[in-house]
């Protein structure tokens, strides 16, 4: 079973840029399709952003389309979540997420088996 760490959250101006990295160990992430999920206070946790096992296809939830950007580096077992014009609605804890193989259904949460701790993203207006 893959261990996921989140790093990369914080405070940042409405506007500013965050990015978030997800560190893959007891595994690799090559293996693994990843997704990015976050939760506000009272919510659900929702989708954010998912990319398949060599990248080749690439989701985003509406909120952040033409905002967020995820990447992966193979070599560093890492994935990325670039966040660029935040806004006060995007804070939430940020989770990384993985399931083994590839995926049709990017978007679907209950599909991802391991999960990380969570890390604070706070965007002030």
């Known amino acids: 079973q893959v261990q996921l760490v989140e790093f990369g959250g914080g405070l940042v101006q409405a506007g500013g840029s965050l990015r978030l990295s997800c560190a893959a160990s007891?595994?690799?992430?090559?293996?693994?399709?990843m997704g990015w999920f976050r939760q506000a206070p009272g919510k659900e946790r929702d989708f954010v952003a998912a990319?398949?096992?060599?990248?080749?296809?690439?989701m985003y939830s509406d909120p952040v389309k033409g905002r967020f950007s995820i990447s992966r580096d193979s070599s560093k077992n890492t994935v990325y979540l670039q966040m660029n014009s935040l806004k006060p609605e995007d804070t939430a804890v940020y989770y990384c997420?993985?399931?083994?193989?590839?995926?049709?259904?990017?978007?679907?949460?209950?599909?991802?088996?391991?999960w990380g701790q969570g890390t604070q993203v706070t965007v002030s207006s």
């Open positions: 990319i398949t096992l060599t990248g080749g296809r690439i």
């Open positions: 997420a993985a399931k083994g193989g590839d995926s049709l259904y990017l978007s679907f949460r209950p599909q991802y088996d391991a």
């Open positions: 007891g595994g690799t992430s090559r293996s693994y399709t």
